[in-house]
């Protein structure tokens, strides 16, 4: 309910931000989906902590910038780990890939931050 009311007030950019973000965790969900390599729960973690933070916020717009910033940050470090796996390493191009993945990722949680900034400074 909390939720419905702050959606209907909110900023062109607060919802542009939240809509970023519900993409990019859903094509995480996707990709991991179909990838299928078992590295699958790192993703999803990367996925709890932007939802862990978002409702630690209370969804305010100053602190929904500072957790996707956080979870930005989280995903290079996963694309950085993914990209030295071993069983990434064994495919061809497969570290090139990961580190292009993690880095359009955290782009877009990136650009989630920004846009949940401008909404705070709005106010």
Known sequence: MILLAKSQ??????RVG???AALTA???VWTTI???DGQGAAAF???????VGALAVRME????????????VMQVTLGLL??????????PGGPARALVW?????????ASAACFRRASRKR
Do not use: C, E, K
């Open 61 to 72: 717009a100053a602190g929904m910038a500072r957790a996707m910033a956080g979870v930005a």
């Open 45 to 51: 973690m990367v996925i709890l902590a932007a939802a």
């Open 82 to 91: 993914f990209a030295t796996a071993p069983s990434t390493i064994a495919q």
């Open 18 to 20: 939240l809509g970023l």
């Open 102 to 110: 993690g880095a359009v990722l955290a782009g877009s949680w990136l």
């Open 26 to 28: 859903f094509v995480t």
């Open 34 to 36: 179909v990838r299928d």
């Open 9 to 14: 007030t909110a900023s062109r950019a607060y």
